[in-house]
């Protein structure tokens, strides 16, 4: 196991994943439009602008789109552009979490249990497997531990300026990139590596210039058009103790079957954290142990603690999608070094826990298999609320609508799905201004409500639409009803 191969070996393992579970093509989510929006932007020279409207993006930063956009420039079509990258990023995550995992832990076993972990996640396979901007990023919040570990090692400004530039490009992948910055800058400042104080504040100094310049550009061309640095959004309407609640309920998923109830997962939670927790204090305690084991357990867990809390912190704030796996995957990778780590320590005096440890990885396993027989089977994803793409096409409303004239201006809870499926630029129904507003007298309005439950309303439930329209309906099928409506002018 000390050669080197078999970490390529997982990377195209992990790459092979992803192609055989999207081979009906990445799933798609609402967020996919604006990405694909902006790269064609790019493309047809408008700037990073949404295809619809023409307006400004601000809500999701351009990387995403503009690898989107080079990859298309060569020939590939959107989708499978976000097909290929994404594949590339998962495996390329899967040999840098190997790597990490081997060379933290002594033992083969540990090593082996953590590669199969990765390679069997349901939030890294899933991001992996739809076409957003999760698989890319993920990689890049795995690579800033890899190059903080390296600028406490080496003390060096050359080294600040790469973790800076990863921090920095994972900031311009997703907003949420910005959470590592606090962790980060926090570990260059006290981590205890011997480093003097001069070196310190020199780091400092380069890690934020080089991570902030290029997104701080960004963030006032939001800023003027916008009004806010990461685009307008609505005011959160949950408190703390909600956040924390649904923090716990996804990390407790991650250990027992969401059929198990919560306070039980909370409490066996709050056992592995403990355990994890004492162990890893020991380590720290100990200057016998050796520097890098501990700077990376120091790294791991400053970087776990700055994302989630700032997660949490933005969350109570901002409104954000409901936290889950999405949000929190990133952080996969460093819980499992902290977790392997303590596992090792309490291995070494109580071996009879090893075959517990064994027969727990059977959780994830099944987990894992049910979620990639969906995936393989008609591209339902867990991490896009099970977009089941194969059912989409062989939608008869969507045939319906394929039958329609050009033109009508169509809305829907599911108006991606219409979007890639039909290329009709459905819209979403908005909560303050009514659809009849933007609805030309000469053109045929269509609501399509697809049948999905409340995660697809996309601003507001149904009887809270046709109590304000006068829709009439007019199809009716298996997954959704079409109403048609007039344009009201005053």
């Known amino acids: 196991m000390r050669k080197e191969w078999w970490i390529a070996g997982v990377g195209l393992v992990a790459a092979a994943e992803t192609l055989l579970l999207t081979r009906h093509g990445p799933a798609v989510a609402p967020d996919t439009i604006d990405y694909i929006s902006g790269a064609m932007g790019i493309l047809q020279g408008r700037g990073y602008t949404d295809i619809s409207s023409g307006a400004p993006i601000t809500l999701w930063p351009p990387l995403f789109s503009m690898t989107l956009a080079g990859l298309s420039a060569l020939g590939l079509p959107m989708l499978e552009a976000a097909r290929y990258w994404n594949a590339a990023a ?25 590669c199969f972990l990765v390679l069997t996640s349901v939030p890294l396979i899933g991001g992996a497997a739809a076409a957003l901007a999760e698989a890319a990023f993920c990689l890049l919040v795995v690579l800033a531990l890899v190059a903080l570990c390296r600028s406490l090692e080496t003390g060096t400004t050359r080294s600040a300026a790469v973790l800076g530039a990863t921090c920095g490009l994972a900031a311009f992948q997703r907003y949420a990139g910005v959470f590592l910055f606090p962790g980060c800058v926090a570990l260059l400042a006290v981590a205890p590596d011997g480093r003097s104080r001069t070196a310190r504040v020199r780091q400092i100094a380069v890690f934020l210039a080089v991570a902030l310049l290029p997104n701080a550009i960004w963030w006032l061309r939001n800023l003027s058009l916008e009004g806010a640095l990461s685009g307008a959004r609505r005011a959160s309407a949950r408190g703390l103790s909600e956040i924390l609640t649904q923090l716990v309920n996804v990390f407790s998923r991650w250990l027992l079957p969401e059929q198990t109830p919560f306070g039980l997962r909370a409490a066996v939670l709050a056992a592995v954290v403990a355990a994890v927790g004492i162990a890893l204090f020991r380590i720290l305690r100990e200057r016998d142990e050796e520097t890098r084991r501990r700077l990376t357990v120091w790294c791991a867990l400053g970087l776990t603690v700055s994302y989630v809390g700032c997660l949490a912190a933005v969350d109570a704030r901002a409104e954000l999608p409901r936290t889950g796996d999405r949000y929190l995957a990133p952080v996969t990778v460093f819980l ?25 990885c059977l ?30 096409q062989r939608s008869a409303s969507l045939d319906w609508l394929r039958r329609q004239p050009a033109g009508a201006a169509v809305y829907s809870n599911a108006y991606d799905a219409i979007w890639f499926h039909t290329g009709i630029q459905a819209q979403v129904l908005p909560v303050a201004a009514e659809p009849t507003d ?16 409340g995660w ?27 109403y048609s409506f007039s344009a009201r002018r005053p």
């Open 363 to 392: 959780f994830p396993a099944a987990r894992y298999a049910r979620a990639a027989h969906a995936m393989w089977r008609d591209a339902a994803n867990p991490v896009t609320v099970n977009f089941n793409t194969a059912g989409w």
């Open 336 to 360: 499992l070094l902290l977790v392997l780590t303590a596992a090792e320590r309490w291995l070494g005096r109580w071996r009879w826990l090893a075959p517990a440890l064994a027969a727990w």
């Open 90 to 114: 998962f495996g390329a995550l899967a040999a840098t979490a190997a790597w990490l995992v081997r060379r933290q832990t002594q033992s083969a076993g540990l090593a082996a249990a953590g």
């Open 438 to 453: 933007a609805c030309p007298v000469d053109r045929d309005c269509y609501v399509v409500w697809y049948h999905l439950g």
């Open 456 to 482: 697809r309303s996309h601003g507001e439930e149904f009887p809270r639409v046709a109590a304000r329209l006068e829709m009439r309906e007019i199809q009716r099928f298996p997954d959704a009803t079409v």
